[in-house]
């Protein structure tokens, strides 16, 4: 490269011109640092609806390696979350937390987009403008961010209670495992975790839902959309549809996505699912009232509890998903 006043050769090192002293053009070493500088150099209003063309034309200059982000800024310009972002810069803090977990809660339940996925794509919004944020904030459907790993979660309110909607992936090392043994199903399933680990698995804040809590939850569901069953509300759209519970019109705008974590196809009739989740361990072992997990099944249309019959071991492994404390 050469220095824009004197046209010597420079290194890409250099923070100055040895020859004239002009300060050299650093190159952005990530996406957030190239994004920060596009908006110093254009200022905050280019993301507003109204610059919208201004915006694209800019982009359409990007070098190839922002391609991504450019395409993640034309995915948020769908529901004008950038637009929605920068007009926040004049709001008081918590209205900013509104507006930020709004359009966290747009890209997780609009989109389908991954918790993790959803933060980033907010941050890199936030970052380059200044708006110094959590998208961690709120109580109800949003993105929980674990201080102990930075993994982030979508969660959903069911009633007075703030689930986790995706099961739990903190790794405690010895005592968890993945699906089949396989890491590319991390992400989808979370880990399984032992009985003797669970203490050291929850995150400050949250919990293992007790049988008292669940069965709250599902009355909850049920009351409130005059319905028969809250299985339907509880479930994704990733259960086979052979067995699948009839769909209603609002059938999972909760949130929580449940996911058949046991799929068995049978020789006659309709595949096996299940899904089920550790509940809160009870300290005094009182045999057959002692309820260990909870799940849905495809073939019921209510929430199973499983207890230990007297001298039965607990069972193996299983997943996590986490109640927030009142």
Same mark, same amino acid.
């Given at each position: 490269?050469?220095? /824009?006043?004197?046209?010597?050769?420079?290194?890409?090192?250099?923070?100055?011109?040895?020859?004239?002293?002009?300060?050299?053009?650093?190159?952005?070493?990530?996406?957030?640092?190239?994004?920060?500088?596009?908006?110093?150099?254009?200022?905050?209003?280019?993301?507003?609806?109204?610059? /919208?063309?201004?915006?694209?034309?800019?982009?359409?200059?990007?070098?190839?390696?922002?391609?991504?982000?450019?395409?993640?800024?034309?995915?948020?310009?769908?529901?004008?979350?950038?637009?929605?972002?920068? /007009?926040?810069?004049?709001?008081?803090?918590?209205?900013?937390?509104?507006?930020?977990?709004?359009?966290?809660?747009?890209?997780?339940?609009?989109?389908?987009?991954?918790?993790?996925? @959803?933060?980033?794509?907010?941050?890199?919004?936030?970052?380059?403008?200044?708006?110094?944020?959590?998208?961690?904030?709120?109580?109800?459907?949003?993105?929980?961010?674990?201080?102990?790993?930075?993994?982030?979660?979508?969660?959903?309110?069911?009633?007075?209670?703030?689930?986790?909607?995706?099961?739990?992936?903190?790794?405690?090392?010895?005592?968890?495992?993945?699906?089949?043994?396989?890491?590319?199903?991390?992400?989808?399933?979370?880990?399984?975790? /032992?009985?003797?680990?669970?203490?050291?698995?929850?995150?400050?804040?949250?919990?293992?839902?007790?049988?008292?809590?669940?069965?709250?939850?599902?009355?909850? +569901?049920?009351?409130?959309?005059?319905?028969?069953?809250?299985?339907?509300?509880?479930?994704?759209?990733?259960?086979?549809?052979?067995?699948r519970s009839k769909r209603v019109?609002?059938?999972?705008?909760?949130?929580?996505? @449940?996911?058949?974590?046991?799929?068995?196809?049978?020789?006659?009739?309709?595949?096996?699912?299940?899904?089920?989740?550790?509940?809160?361990?009870?300290?005094?072992?009182?045999?057959?009232?002692?309820?260990t997990k909870w799940m849905i099944?495809?073939?019921?249309?209510? +929430?199973?509890?499983?207890?230990?019959?007297?001298?039965?071991?607990?069972?193996?492994?299983?997943?996590?998903?986490?109640?927030?404390?009142?």
């Amino acid at each position: 490269m050469k220095c /824009s006043k004197c046209g010597k050769e420079l290194d890409e090192k250099w923070v100055a011109c040895p020859f004239c002293g002009t300060e050299v053009p650093q190159t952005p070493k990530t996406i957030e640092d190239f994004l920060k500088r596009f908006v110093e150099d254009c200022g905050p209003s280019i993301f507003k609806e109204e610059n /919208s063309n201004r915006l694209d034309r800019a982009m359409g200059g990007w070098p190839e390696m922002y391609a991504d982000v450019r395409d993640i800024i034309r995915l948020l310009q769908i529901k004008n979350i950038p637009d929605r972002l920068t /007009s926040a810069l004049n709001l008081p803090s918590e209205e900013q937390d509104a507006v930020v977990q709004k359009s966290a809660n747009i890209l997780c339940y609009k989109f389908g987009i991954n918790g993790d996925f @959803a933060a980033r794509m907010i941050f890199l919004i936030t970052n380059a403008i200044g708006l110094k944020t959590d998208v961690a904030v709120g109580d109800g459907c949003g993105i929980f961010r674990d201080p102990r790993d930075g993994q982030l979660y979508k969660t959903c309110k069911i009633g007075d209670q703030v689930w986790l909607a995706e099961n739990l992936r903190f790794d405690v090392g010895e005592g968890c495992r993945v699906y089949q043994d396989d890491y590319q199903y991390l992400d989808k399933y979370g880990y399984m975790y /032992s009985y003797d680990v669970l203490s050291r698995a929850i995150p400050e804040g949250w919990h293992l839902p007790t049988k008292e809590e669940v069965e709250s939850m599902e009355k909850f +569901i049920i009351k409130s959309n005059r319905c028969k069953s809250a299985i339907p509300y509880l479930k994704s759209n990733d259960w086979d549809k052979k067995v699948r519970s009839k769909r209603v019109k609002d059938a999972g705008f909760y949130g929580f996505a @449940a996911l058949p974590t046991v799929t068995v196809e049978l020789r006659y009739g309709n595949p096996w699912q299940e899904s089920s989740w550790w509940l809160k361990p009870v300290k005094k072992k009182l045999w057959g009232k002692n309820y260990t997990k909870w799940m849905i099944r495809a073939s019921e249309d209510c +929430i199973y509890f499983v207890s230990l019959s007297k001298g039965e071991k607990i069972p193996g492994e299983d997943y996590i998903r986490l109640i927030k404390d009142y």
